[in-house]
């Protein structure tokens, strides 16, 4: 069985409702998934698990400080640990995913890019290998000009259940790839 973890930063709710589908899906699918919402002392060690979603809601391009804070302490474990160590090994049997959810009032997805990528570089440094990046639209919660006059237009009460489905559909394309991985490795 697969072992998932899906950690996740959330301000206003909206990555959290990825966040939480991932994990209803995976569970749905038989998958041993553990949910949890970055704070302060969050320490997780992510090579406890198979298979990792890491998300965030997008602020200034970037990951929440919340998230970035988390990577930060948890690299000087890692480096202590020598887990990060030059050419950094990929792990047999360890896999990510990168989401989060993104307004781009003012460029589009290409604020969000940024995110994905920073999560991305950190995940690949503990030796996981990236399967995908998702970019889920967002309501700019109070700020309404955000949410009606953007590059994206109205994307009130986003992300909704096309989104959500969107993402379940993406999950189950993951999960069943992986049925032909050997987690023994
Ligand atoms: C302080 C702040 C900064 C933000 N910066 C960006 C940004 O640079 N690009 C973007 O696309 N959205 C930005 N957003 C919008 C959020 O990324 C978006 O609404 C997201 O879905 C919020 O996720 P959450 O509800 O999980 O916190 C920002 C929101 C806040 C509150």
């Known amino acids: 069985m697969i072992k998932s973890l899906v950690l996740y930063s959330s301000v ?4 959290e409702k990825v966040a939480k589908r991932i994990a209803e899906v995976s569970r749905r699918k038989g998958h041993d998934v553990a949910i949890v919402k970055i704070d302060d002392e969050t320490n997780v060690d992510l090579l ?22 988390y990577v930060k302490r948890m690299l000087k474990t890692y480096f202590t ?6 050419c950094c090994p990929i792990r047999p049997g360890k896999y990510a ?9 003012h460029t589009g997805v290409s604020e969000a890019i940024p995110a ?12 996981f290998t990236v399967l995908e990046e998702w970019h889920t639209v967002g309501e700019f919660k109070n700020r309404e000009e955000n949410s009606t006059k953007g590059r994206l237009g109205n994307i009130k009460g986003r992300p909704d259940e096309h989104d959500l489905a969107e993402i379940e559909d993406r ?5 069943n790839a992986l049925k032909l991985c050997d987690f023994s490795l």
Not at 12 to 15: E, K
Not at 171 to 175: F, P, S, W
Request: charged letters at 5%; aromatic letters at 12%; glycine letters at 8%.
């Open 116 to 127: 994905t990528k920073w999560m991305r570089a950190f995940l690949e440094h503990v030796g």
């Open 81 to 86: 640990s020598s887990v990060v160590v030059p």
């Open 171 to 175: 999950v189950i394309g993951i999960l």
């Open 48 to 69: 406890a698990y198979d298979l990792v979603f890491l998300g965030s809601a997008v602020h200034q391009w970037l990951p929440t400080n919340m998230l970035m804070n």
């Open 97 to 105: 995913v990168c989401f989060c959810t993104y307004s781009g009032p």
């Open 12 to 15: 206003t709710g909206n990555t």
